[in-house]
Nanobody, 123 residues
Framework: QVQLVESGGGLVQAGGSLRLSCAASGRTFSSYAMGWFRQAPGKEREFVAG???????SYADSVKGRFTGSRDNAKNTVYLQMNSLKPEDTAVYYC?????????????????WGQGTQVTVSS
């Protein structure tokens, strides 16, 4: 069993920055991949960023160059640094854990999910 707790969401003006954190329970964290997803009202949950077990990363085209995912295995925590935020980034952001070493873009490939944290970007 893996439990995930996100934090760091909030209200920010367009062009601003936020850093999301996701703390994971369990001693196997460092061997597996993590993902960040988001879901806006009325839309499907979509992939944002993936962080492999070895810190290799992947990003959705919509956030490439603006968002950076990272992990600190000593703290069992992954981060999502979000810069140059746009109103269209407004969504609930979720972190997810999968029993695999490489992150995936599909929600069905993940086994555990956090409760989500709201990010609102005002224009």
């Amino acid at each position: 069993q893996v439990q995930l707790v996100e934090s760091g969401g909030g209200l920010v003006q367009a062009g601003g920055s936020l850093r999301l954190s996701c703390a994971a329970s369990g001693r196997t964290f460092s061997s597996y991949a993590m993902g960040w997803f988001r879901q806006a009202p009325g839309k499907e949950r979509e992939f944002v960023a993936g962080i492999n077990w070895n810190s290799g990363r992947s990003y959705a085209d919509s956030v490439k160059g603006r968002f950076t995912g990272s992990r600190d295995n000593a703290k069992n925590t992954v981060y999502l640094q979000m810069n140059s935020l746009k109103p269209e980034d407004t969504a609930v952001y979720y972190c997810a854990f999968r029993w695999g070493t490489v992150a995936a873009a599909e929600t069905r490939r993940y086994d555990y999910w956090g409760q989500g944290t709201q990010v609102t970007v005002s224009s």
